[in-house]
Every structure is written in C-alpha cells, then in structure tokens.
C-alpha cells in the first residue's frame, strides 16, 4: 500500500522560510517522480513544484520561481519543498503526489498525502 506522509507545515511570518518534507512508502520511491501542489480555502488545487526520479528535472510554478526549491533523497524515501520569502498568498494546505513523470496536471499524478497546512501571516 503507497502512502505518503507530509509534515513541516505550520505558521510562519511573512518573509520567513519553511521545509516540508513528504515521505513515501510501500512502493520502489526512486522509480517516481514527485510534486508539490497546494490549495487555499475555496480554490483550486494548484501546481507548486516537481521532480524527477534522478534530481536532474525540476519545475516550477511561476509564482514560487526563486523562492521555492524541490529535492529528494531518494536514500531516505523522502521529497522536499525548501520554501523562501514566503507571502501571505502562499496559505494553503500542500500536498505532495507521486507519478510517473514531472509535470503540473494533477492527473499525472496516482498517489496522494494527506496535506500539510502551512500559513503565513501579514
């Protein structure tokens, strides 16, 4: 059974930094690709960032370019989102997929965490 387990969320200033972290379970992790997508109350889930099986091909959504950085540790199962300068608008409850390739369509994606909230105040 794949489950994946978000967790570093929390509050945060404006300009402050958070990294959440996403461990991944029950399934060979380095095959994968990973993403980071995020949703704020009474929107869309959102595209933030994702990876590749091997570190080398990342994407990102313009609103978080130089702010936000993806990485994994393939070792420890685990994917990451360092994220920088965070803004008010960046409040949502983030959740990390795993797929078979990168890319911004939560459809490519088959497994879901349950979400971390992470809010970032004025």
């Known amino acids: 059974q794949v489950q994946l387990v978000e967790s570093g969320g929390g509050l945060v200033q404006a300009g402050g930094s958070l990294t959440l972290s996403c461990v991944v379970s029950?399934?060979?992790?380095?095959?994968?690709?990973l993403g980071w997508f995020r949703q704020a109350p009474g929107q869309a889930r959102d595209f933030v960032a994702a990876?590749?099986?091997?570190?080398?091909?990342?994407e990102y959504a313009d609103s978080v370019k130089g702010r936000f950085t993806i990485s994994r540790v393939n070792a420890a199962n685990t994917v990451f989102l360092q994220m920088n300068a965070l803004e008010p608008e960046d409040t949502a409850v983030y959740y990390c997929?795993?797929?078979?390739?990168?890319?911004?369509?939560?459809?490519?994606?088959?497994?879901w965490g349950q979400g971390t909230q992470v809010t970032v105040s004025s």
């Open positions: 029950g399934t060979t992790f380095e095959n994968y690709a």
């Open positions: 997929a795993l797929g078979n390739v990168p890319g911004q369509i939560e459809n490519q994606y088959d497994f």
């Open positions: 990876v590749s099986w091997n570190n080398l091909v990342t």
